[in-house]
């Protein structure tokens, strides 16, 4: 059995692709964009590494200011900055003018967040590391390390916020054009399909239209070939019935109705002579007189709807030394059945 096509189904399936591309395509990018700044993060980890280089050439007599003085000197802004701490105490966070809003405050205080403090707990000794951390909603790439100093730890980190990064100009301009195109093959997936599934299922209206014509054609083929049949049933021009037949023919024509009938009967001296008269009754006699072979000599014509004075005209003509006319009988009407009228026509000719 044929299924229908659906044009909704097939075009809420396309939209759905459409959807699903689109979530996979927006998870894509942000694995992108996280790939991206842990490439970055392993940049800023040399650059943490040649400061702290910086540190370790102070001499002897170099303090906590000494440190805090290199690093407030790098290029900081509020996209990317550094902090100190000593232990849990914070030396330097962004600027002096930061840091002095911090002073008292434990590390833990300004990296608050879980990503931030597990972070700080996985920094190694003399070991630079980095990682993707959140503060205040904010997203950072950090990379940080602890180093000893005089007998005592202390923690450097340099914290770079994402957007500083992942929109650069060129970097930016590349992710959008990656969204804009793939955004317009969606739609035009979208469109594309739509168009195609309203043809399909125009088609497949327009195909189950025509499967209808066909099989009402069918129909009417097969109708008139019954029809065609019936009446090369009857057509006396092509041919020549037996007398088993003939009960049948008479009730058909008594319910058609049709009148008056003229019945001739013909008696030829042989069989032979019978065969050459029907091949003779061929081209005089048209589709309204029917003949019927009554046995291998008699022979049976039955004149549908002729006037009196034609039929017998036509009976007399068609007597010959070899065909003689034996009894005719005319019926006005079939008030009587033909039928019986018929037989008790045979019964006098016949002498039964």
Known sequence: ?????????VTALVVF???????????QLNNYETRFLEIYGAEQDGYVKVVLEEINRLG???????????ISSLDATASRYWTVSKEDSILFVKSVTETNRYKGFT???YYASDSAAAFLNRLGLNQVGHQIIYLNEDRFIASGMIFDWRNQQYRICLLTYDKVILEDNILLECRNSIIIILSLVLALLIILSMVMSKKIS??????????ERVIWQNQQLEQLDEQLKREHAFSASKRVFKHTVLDEFLRT???RGAHPLHFAVFETETPEARDEFFEHMQVVLDNSALRFSMDDRRVLLIFVRYEKQVSSRI???????EVRGVADLYCEDNTESYQRQFEQFWKAV???
């Open 107 to 109: 590390d833990g205080a």
């Open 350 to 352: 016949t002498g039964t």
């Open 1 to 9: 059995m044929k299924r229908k096509f659906n044009f909704f189904i």
């Open 60 to 70: 002897d007599d170099a303090t906590e200011k000494d440190i805090t003085d290199i």
């Open 17 to 27: 692709f459409a959807m699903a591309a689109d979530v996979f395509i927006i998870w």
């Open 202 to 211: 125009g088609q497949a209206a327009r195909i189950a239209r025509q499967e």
């Open 253 to 255: 024509l008594d319910e």
């Open 315 to 321: 009976i007399e003509s068609l007597e010959n030394w």
